[in-house]
């Protein structure tokens, strides 16, 4: 099935969906008591950042992918200067004023330690107090990927800023603690969740202070990080009061309809499972090209979908979503392996390649159902897979993220986790990885594809020039074979059957959008 069929059979569910599971008395203030509760197994503190800080803009479920938040404006004078009108009247939880002076200081804090996941920390010069509500920031080059950028420039206290300052990491930045030190429609009031470290259980309350009265909906939210899937399933299956959204397995759709307590809502999305080659001290065989190339020959991409996904998803070339702008453009003619050439035609030709080969495979319990099928489809070819298996996804951060160096404490060969869409429809979150002195990276050094990364920085999305970098990025990551490619996933959750939430495409769930009805657990 095409790309273009699958979205549309994908929104048409979505509207069905929608007709027959709208409560009839929603909530539209927020109501006393009111609790809700969340797992989220990948990226909890980038779904939920948004929910507790604030940034000039936010993600929106919309073409552009973000809308204003603590800004209401904005222009572009040139190519190296932006300048910003903010939101009047804000304070921060804390009761504290926002203005121009609190987004100088956050910045001057974030110039010393800047997050070094994309090429912010290089390219930011400065940013200047126009007037008390306008903000002008200067860059040392022309940088098309600013505005992505700013939705994670996230902005804090004094008070938390001179405990704490900015992180400096690797990952996207959340609260080091629970405190009134935000801007977001919530209060983090018990635990914390950060890219490299979190507890198992984070507690939100609503903000008394959002500049918004229409949000939140909800007086209460607890989020869980690290629940075992199995668990978190039969939670949400067989209890009204125990969880009332989760991500689930694509096997666990029949569950949620026969469920009385929860109901399916599914919806496409520019999320991917990345599958990583340990290209840096894993097993010497994948340092071969052909072992790689052959590895990616033999999965059955669409079977996988079929049958491992249950439909929900869409084959792929590469690791990026193919509804992301630019990559849209070069699924049309670069098409995944198993589509060139049927894996079982060239069977015995892979089995020359491949037979005898053993992977150690890094994973979360949720990816377990993909692994099923590429586990079949390798087997077929002679190679074996050897499990590591968590629930947690930062142990699987721990080991990616110092590999690059050398100094993962696990061997491994493949590494799995849920590289969901955290930039915001703009294809970085997967290319990412493609960087290879970056330590989300665990490919060898390739200066012709860094080359090619440091051109997109400079492109805008949705121009001939943005399309034309993502076509050559994508070639040539589809011809070393640096990755195991897999179909993308929908996003398919399991809802409370007296909850009201729409998923957004990307990482981000609008806790604060969220509605209870009068019949909820919570309030009933």
């Known amino acids: 099935m095409t790309n273009v069929s699958f979205l549309k059979k994908n929104l048409l569910s979505c509207l069905v969906l929608s007709m027959f599971t709208l409560s009839p008395t929603i909530q539209a203030e927020p109501v006393a008591g009111s609790h809700l509760k969340v797992f989220i197994p990948s990226l909890p503190y980038i779904y939920i950042s948004h929910a507790i800080n604030s940034a000039l803009i936010r993600p929106a479920n919309n073409d552009q992918g973000w809308e204003y938040d603590m800004a209401t404006s904005h222009q572009q004078i040139d190519d190296l200067t932006y300048e910003f009108t903010l939101r009047r009247g804000v304070k921060f939880q804390d009761g504290t004023p926002f203005n121009a002076d609190a987004v100088i200081s956050n910045v001057n804090y974030f110039l010393k330690k800047p997050f070094l996941f994309t090429k912010i920390d290089k390219v930011l010069k400065s940013a200047e107090k126009v007037d008390d509500f306008t903000v002008r920031f200067y860059l040392n080059e022309k940088y098309g990927q600013f505005l992505n950028d700013v939705i994670w420039l996230q902005f804090y206290t004094d008070a938390y800023l001179q405990k704490f300052g900015w992180n400096g990491k690797q990952t996207c930045p959340n609260l080091a603690e629970a405190g009134p030190y935000g801007l ?12 490299d470290r979190q507890t198992p259980q984070v507690v939100l309350k609503a903000n008394p202070n959002y500049w918004n009265p229409e949000y939140p909906k909800i007086e209460t939210v607890t989020v869980y990080t690290e629940l075992d899937n199995k668990k978190a399933l039969q939670m949400a299956l067989d209890n009204n009061d125990k969880l009332d959204i989760m991500p689930i397995p694509f096997s666990a759709k029949g569950d949620v309809h026969n469920s009385p307590f929860v109901k399916l809502v599914s919806a496409p999305s520019t999320n991917n499972i990345a599958i990583h080659f340990n290209l840096i001290n894993g097993n010497p065989k ?36 193919p509804y992301f702008p630019g990559v849209k453009d070069v699924v049309t003619e670069l098409k995944p392996y198993s589509e060139v050439m049927p894996p079982e035609s060239i069977r015995e030709q892979l089995t020359e390649t491949l037979n005898g080969i053993k992977l150690k495979v890094l994973t979360q319990d949720r990816f377990m159902f993909l692994w099923k099928g590429v ?5 077929k070819v002679g190679v074996e897979l050897d499990f590591e298996i968590t629930s947690s996804e930062k142990v699987v951060f721990e080991q990616l993220l110092s590999t690059r160096t050398g100094n993962n404490t696990q061997a491994w060969d493949l590494l799995v986790w849920g590289d969901d869409d955290w930039y915001f429809n703009h294809p970085w979150s997967a290319f990412l990885v493609y960087r290879t002195h970056n330590n989300w990276s665990t490919i060898f050094p390739d200066p012709k594809l860094d080359g090619y990364i440091d051109d997109m920085f400079k492109a805008s999305i949705n121009t001939p020039e943005f399309t034309d970098v993502s076509k050559n990025i994508m070639h040539h990551v589809y011809d070393n074979a640096y990755m195991l490619f897999v179909p993308a996933p929908n996003n398919v959750f399991a809802v409370n059957r007296h909850v009201e939430y729409s998923p957004y495409k990307m990482a981000s769930i609008p806790l604060w959008e969220i509605e209870l009805s009068s019949q909820h657990w919570s309030i009933k």
């Open 286 to 321: 994948l340092l071969q090209k052909e072992v790689r190339v052959a590895l990616n020959k033999a999965i059955d991409q669409q079977k996988l979908l079929d049958k491992y996904y249950e439909g929900e998803g869409v084959t792929k070339p590469t690791l990026a979503s």
């Open 375 to 379: 586990s079949r489809d390798l087997r």
């Open 184 to 195: 977001g429609p919530y209060v983090l009031t018990e635990g914390f969740v950060e890219g």
